[in-house]
């Protein structure tokens, strides 16, 4: 098995320097292992000098510098051409760090997913946010040191040639700007036409493919100033796996869908998965029409069954049935008075343990709408 390391850089020397430095420190334990650097063309040159001047002793170094400036999205789709010849490739961004140990990792997750066509790609790093609508994001652990998750990843991930190649001939008819869809989180279908991410996430949702997720991430990301952030916040960084850690346990049975919903909980409910909606988060808001629909929303319908919000993460008060009257189980084909009280942000009160007065919502609204207006 051979894997690279492919970091893409563009006009940040800082950040340049700061994921090199982190890959420096990884485990390699004597393998071979080729990194590339590929830096889009701009009018930093100190990015090149210190690409070239990077001592890398663990294999072949190559640092690729485009004579035309191609811009975020065909960069990084660019950058996939350097899988040809190995079983891996680890993407890094130049904002992104990685763990120690994040080589070892990677190499365990190639030999195991290499040849699954479930599998779309390998995640370094791990949410500690919904993305979507910025609130705490908590998977469900089991005795593996993984999960599975249809959201591909741009902060650290490893791409195989098997699975990229389905990923870019998808990608070769469908390449078009798109906008909302139903099956589509609202949030991918916004962001500029310079994102190749959200094609990538695209693609999970609809040929039903997983990245696989690490419970402790091995990447973080910095949020630097860039071409899609206007000004660098510490929002998703998340704790990185320390040591040299070995042995990862590759058995996932928690799989998430690009909502960050559970996809384990029709089961649980005892519902076929293309009857019912799962929005614990209010993301979807059954735009599909389902006939189920598990929200926190008070809605009038009838209410097969509610449950309460206290265990973390949510999905566990379903798993282990604790009743209550915060999170509901409509059948929205029977309308109904809904008689219970409404909580006012009984998520905002359950994620973080407390209720917001009625001034300071409506200071967070506000600063909310100025940072959409923006581009934050």
Not at 265 to 285: A, R, T
Request: proline share 5%; glycine share 6%; with cysteine.
């Amino acid at each position: 098995m051979k894997l690279a390391i492919c970091i893409i850089a563009y006009n940040r020397p800082a950040s340049l320097e700061r994921v090199l430095s982190s890959v420096e420190k990884g485990y390699f334990n004597n393998d071979i292992v080729d990194l590339i650097i590929s830096i889009d063309k701009s009018p930093v040159s100190e990015v090149e000098t210190i690409a070239k001047r990077f001592d890398w002793p663990h294999g072949d170094k190559q640092v690729v510098t485009h004579t035309e400036n191609l811009g975020l999205r065909r960069h990084v789709l660019e950058c996939g051409g350097h899988i040809s010849g190995y079983d891996g490739l680890i993407v890094l961004e130049d904002d992104v760090y990685v763990a120690p140990s994040f080589f070892n990792y990677a190499k365990e997750c190639v030999a195991k997913y290499g040849d699954d066509d479930d599998i779309a790609g390998i995640s370094l790093y791990n949410f500690p946010l919904n993305y979507h609508n910025l609130m705490p994001f908590i998977p469900v652990r089991s005795d593996s040191d993984v999960f599975l998750m249809r959201n591909a990843q741009s902060w650290g991930q490893v791409w195989m040639p098997r699975q990229w190649k389905r990923f870019m001939d998808w990608y070769a008819v469908n390449n078009d700007e798109f906008g909302e869809m139903p099956h589509l989180p609202i949030s991918i279908s916004r962001w500029p036409k310079s994102s190749w991410l959200k094609y990538h996430t695209r693609y999970c949702i609809e040929e039903n493919k997983y990245f696989v997720y690490p419970y402790t991430a091995l990447s973080t990301c910095f949020s630097d100033v860039g071409e899609h952030t206007g000004k660098s916040f510490t929002l998703f960084q998340a704790p990185l796996q320390g040591g040299d850690k070995r042995g990862f346990r590759l058995n996932p049975t928690v799989r998430y869908d690009a909502f960050f919903e559970n996809e384990t909980i029709p089961s649980l409910l005892g519902i076929d998965n293309d009857d019912i909606c799962v929005d614990f988060y209010n993301e979807k808001q059954n735009r599909e029409g389902r006939r189920y629909w598990l929200t926190t929303r008070r809605e009038d319908f009838k209410i097969v069954r509610s449950f309460a919000l206290q265990l973390k993460p949510y999905d566990n008060n379903i798993t282990y049935g604790i009743d209550g009257q915060q999170l509901f189980l409509y059948d929205t084909e029977t309308a109904e008075l809904n008689r219970y009280p409404f909580f006012r942000e009984s998520i905002t009160e359950y994620l973080y343990g407390y209720r917001m007065s009625i001034t300071k919502s409506v200071r967070q609204l506000i600063k909310t709408i100025k940072n959409k207006i923006a581009g934050r």
